[in-house]
Each structure stands twice: as structure tokens, then as C-alpha cells.
T-cell receptor, first 113, second 114 residues
Framework: NAGVTQTPKFQVLKTGQSMTLQCAQD?????MSWYRQDPGMGLRLIHY???????DQGEVPNGYNVSRSTTEDFPLRLLSAAPSQTSVYFC????????????FGSGTRLTVV | AQSVSQHNHHVILSEAASLELGCNYS??????LFWYVQYPGQHLQLLLK??????LVKGIKGFEAEFIKSKFSFNLRKPSVQWSDTAEYFC????????????FGTGTRLKVLA
């Protein structure tokens, strides 16, 4: 099925550990983005990309890195996990000249202890 | 910077009651407007969208929204809610036509009592 696939669905990390959240889409969308969702704060943009080799920072980029080597994949790296990064992370994609809105992945629930 | 406000953070309704969720934005130019719904434990799904034309937009599951440019608003409505509408609802706004960057509101958590 076409869509956005995120892995893992759940993850527990210890403070200071690093990890990569995976996001892949098979719709040939140019635009991909990462959001974190926290209670009472809605969705906040972490990083986004408008195509392979092009990334930019969003509203809350500190502590996260991204790269876009292919159109399909947009991994999010936590360099040194902190309890403040406990959140639900969503990947979303769309065409650049979009009229359909975003397609969201099913999310990754991350807990940092 | 543009902002999106959803003033109702939590709403509790009985089945068959009417629903209206507020969404206001601050950008004065052309906007694209969306409502997304997130059912418990699931990802966000598009409910409806407005790009141009008729300011009254109809979406899935009986939802509709009205774009009032003079009030910078895009309120979501449903005449009669069901228990299955229990979810969190997010308004999103994009500046300009054909934009791919949207700003999301903080969400409204709706609980419908059977």
C-alpha cells in the first residue's frame, strides 16, 4: 500500500544514547518532514526536505539531524538522547505543489529515561 | 511569524449534539487551510481542505468548515456528532498558494459521550 512508513513504532532509550528513526514513502513526494507531538503543544516541525540532498531546519531542530540521500527516505537522528526528547514523532510527506495536504506516517513513540 | 490558534483545548459533547471547533490564523495573504483528525493511537488523517472557491467546504464523515476571510477563521462544524468522532482535531494553515509548509494549531481534544 502506498503511504509513509515509520519504524520503529516504540522505542525506549537511555539518556545519552543515539538512534535513528526511519521514514520512507513510496509516492514520489518531494517534500518530507518530521514533527514531534507533545501534549498541549500540537505538532512542531523539527526538520524538512524539499528533495534529495536538500534539508532545512524547522521550529525545534536542536538535538536532531537529518539527511535526504534519496527521494524515498528521510531518517531522523537523535545524537545524544535527552528526557526532553520524549515525544511522539511523525513523518509527513507531500508533493511540493500540493493540493492534497500531507500524508502522515503512523508515528514513533519515543521515551528517554 | 504566522500563528494558528485553536482556543478550545478540550470539548465534551453528548451524541447528537452539534459541534463547532474554532481555528484562527494570523496571516493576511492567500492561505491554504486544513483540518486533520487523529483518532486515539492513530496518525493524523486529512478531514477537509480549502484552497479557493466556495468558502464552505465539505469533508469526510459529515464534517464541514467555513472560511471567513474577514475573521481569519476556518471553523470546523458537524451538525450531529457520534461517539466515533472522539478524537483530536488539528487545524493547519499554509501561506500562499501551492505551499508545502504548514503550521499546525495545538489541537482540540473532543470526547463524545454515548
Amino acid at each position: 500500500n502506498a503511504g509513509v512508513t515509520q519504524t520503529p513504532k516504540f522505542q525506549v532509550l537511555k539518556t545519552g544514547q543515539s538512534m535513528t528513526l526511519q521514514c520512507a514513502q513510496d509516492m514520489n513526494h518531494e517534500y518530507m518532514s518530521w514533527y514531534r507531538q507533545d501534549p498541549g503543544m500540537g505538532l512542531r516541525l523539527i526538520h524538512y526536505s524539499v528533495g534529495a540532498g536538500i534539508t532545512d531546519q524547522g521550529e525545534v531542530p536542536n538535538g536532531y539531524n537529518v539527511s535526504r540521500s534519496t527521494t524515498e527516505d528521510f531518517p531522523l537522528r537523535l545524537l545524544s538522547a535527552a528526557p526532553s526528547q520524549t515525544s511522539v514523532y511523525f513523518c509527513a510527506s507531500s508533493y511540493l505543489t500540493d493540493t492534497y495536504g500531507y500524508t502522515f506516517g503512523s508515528g514513533t513513540r519515543l521515551t528517554v529515561v | 511569524a504566522q500563528s494558528v490558534s485553536q482556543h478550545n483545548h478540550h470539548v465534551i459533547l453528548s451524541e447528537a449534539a452539534s459541534l463547532e471547533l474554532g481555528c484562527n490564523y494570523s496571516y493576511g495573504g492567500t492561505v491554504n487551510l486544513f483540518w486533520y483528525v487523529q483518532y486515539p493511537g492513530q496518525h493524523l488523517q486529512l478531514l477537509l481542505k480549502y484552497f479557493s472557491g466556495d468558502p464552505l467546504v465539505k469533508g469526510i464523515k459529515g464534517f464541514e468548515a467555513e472560511f471567513i476571510k474577514s475573521k481569519f477563521s476556518f471553523n470546523l462544524r458537524k451538525p450531529s456528532v457520534q461517539w466515533s468522532d472522539t478524537a483530536e482535531y488539528f487545524c493547519a494553515v499554509g501561506e500562499g498558494s501551492g505551499t508545502y509548509k504548514y503550521i499546525f494549531g495545538t489541537g482540540t481534544r473532543l470526547k463524545v459521550l454515548a
